[in-house]
């Protein structure tokens, strides 16, 4: 078996029909699917029993402990040469396999990663979000750009890994959030290689509205700090900049009463986001809802970033410390 497909899901059955649907259209077909149910109360298991005799799909249920485990769990019950590692909320394109497929042959590599992209389906919503998480304008193109501030780490939506290698490494740790990439900080210093395949690229659906983004983005700020706890090195000058967007706009909010132009370096940012957003979508619609994507990203990463900085570096917590703790998957 060349490929094992892992996709930990929880409470996403309509989700999952679509990505399991995807990989019946799939080129290349040496591959299985494993998915697992991490302690869902809305299981899926009647939508993976559905695509009997269509996908070598094989469906596990265990107790909640995120997703991280939970690809570790699909893990141990693989086949495949190469995990890949997916998100519930993400759909591939025909041509997904014989991508990798092509960069495999070019060059091995132990771990890689692509990139992802909006759908046509997606809400204009979803694309903004989309445009904020991907864009060199709010991330520095660090998740698969063309252009990028640092280098490539995979992401959990996205990523394949040999499966002697991820098993060496011991698979994800337990992190509530973050863990893919301690993951992938512990492929470099492994020594093992690691490459961005460009091509490789899904559908990532993401979150469908401002206040589930802002959610998910806060903690993504607080995992940075918890990265940085663990490996100091892999805090990088990219990494800081949502931090420092997050104070100078407020140093300008707060100084706007008393001189109003303040505000013309945010205006200025808007318009550019505008614009970029509009012309890539083709939509002024779209670029106008990226305005609000894309501070919400800064701001939401800003401000976990800020909130870890003062728990784990000020106070000196050393347990880690997650925003919204409720579950895993929000």
Sequence with gaps: MRYSVIVPVYNRPDEVKELLESLTEQEFKDFEVIVVEDGSAVPCREVVEGFAGRLNARYFTKPNSGPGQTRNYGAERAAGDYLIILDSDCILPPGYFPAVERELRREPADVFGGPDRAHPSFTDMQKAINYAMTSFFTTGGIRGGKKKMDKFYPRSFNMGARREVYAALGGFSQMRFGEDIDFSIRVFKGGYSCRLFPEAWVYHKRRVDLKKFFKQVHNFGMARINLYKKYPESLKVVHLLPGLFTAGTAVLVL????????????????????????????????????????????????????????????????????????????
């Design 255 to 330: 100084a706007s009463p008393f001189c109003p132009w303040t505000l013309a370096p945010l205006g200025l940012y808007a318009l550019l986001v505008c614009v970029d957003s509009g012309l890539r979508n083709r939509s002024p619609r779209i670029g106008f809802y990226s305005i609000a994507a894309a501070f919400v990203q800064l701001l939401g990463y800003g401000s976990g970033f800020w909130r870890a900085w003062w728990q784990r570096c000020v106070l000196r917590r050393e347990e880690e410390t997650q925003a919204f703790r409720k579950n895993f998957y929000k």
